[in-house]
């Protein structure tokens, strides 16, 4: 039979007709928090991030040190959300407030360190509610504020483990993203010196971090790139348990090495984020 574009065009008013009806039903079943137009509140984001958590990721995270109460999501399933509130710096206030460990991972992943205060990024380094909150996302948000440096002199130096830790990687985080000429140089140099001497009586989570931090300078830190290489060399192997992971510490002169790729250092990142 041969084709007739007039019969052709029939059989096409009633499927679109049908389209269209699904479209509209589809969209009136959508909560209008998962709609893109929608401005979504704590409520919302709340919401959708039990919906994204499985009791799979749950189980990982509490293997490494995650504490309730927490859904269990992806960071890359996290990421969908961030692409909603990006810039919400209030929201974002909000999430770290909840206590929930995916809420405030979230959090740092929109929160614009630059409108904090000092007071509100001390609440966020005494109230992180597991490690990797107080490892990462304090941190990133951290040395993004123009008294980083004295935060993170200030954590260092903090009984509280967790505390400490967001100290040493805010100080790593300033490394990597700040240049050369901004950097205190010479308090980062008198904090190569320390490392050696403390690392061995240190926290369990705080050598991991103060090792990191020799990393960080090493990587990035043109002025005291040898000396970071010469520190993470004395340093050797860093013994951190790591708990039921197969988590393992990064020998720091090796790393240097490798990210540098053969440059004196390797090029400042714009973000700490990931």
């Known amino acids: 039979m041969r084709w007739r574009p007039g019969k052709r065009r029939r059989e096409r008013g009633p499927a679109r007709r049908a389209a269209a009806v699904t479209s509209a039903v589809t969209a009136r079943a959508t909560p209008l928090c998962f709609q893109s137009d929608y401005p979504m ?32 999501v ?5 990421k969908t959300i961030v692409k909603k509130i990006k810039g919400d710096h209030a929201l974002a206030l909000e999430l770290y407030a909840t206590g929930n460990g995916d809420a405030q991972y979230l959090a740092g992943l929109v929160a614009d360190g630059r409108k904090m205060t000092r007071a509100q990024l001390q609440t966020w380094a005494e109230t992180a509610s597991w490690r990797m909150v107080a490892e990462c996302t ?20 903090a009984k509280d483990a967790q505390v400490a830790c967001a100290g040493w990687n805010t100080w790593g985080a300033l490394a990597a993203t700040v240049p050369d000429a901004a950097l205190p140089v010479k308090e980062m140099g008198v904090l190569l010196d320390r490392v050696p001497k403390e690392i061995g009586t240190a926290p369990n989570r705080v050598r991991y971090c103060m090792n990191g931090y020799v990393i960080a300078v090493g990587t990035y830190v043109a002025p005291l790139a040898d000396k970071a290489m010469a520190t993470a060399k004395k340093l050797g192997v860093v013994e951190v348990d790591m708990g039921d992971t197969d988590c393992r510490v990064p020998e720091a002169a090796a790393y240097i090495g490798k990210a540098r790729r053969g440059a004196p250092v390797a090029p400042k990142r714009k973000t700490v984020r990931c």
Do not use: N, Y
């Open 138 to 157: 304090v941190a990133w948000v951290a040395c993004e504020h123009p008294e980083a440096a004295a935060l993170a002199a200030k954590w260092i130096g």
């Open 41 to 72: 509140k704590l409520k919302d984001v709340m919401a959708e991030l039990e919906a994204l958590g499985s009791a799979q990721t749950k189980k990982t995270f509490m293997r490494h040190g995650a504490k309730e109460p927490f859904f269990g």
């Open 74 to 78: 992806k960071v890359a399933d996290m």
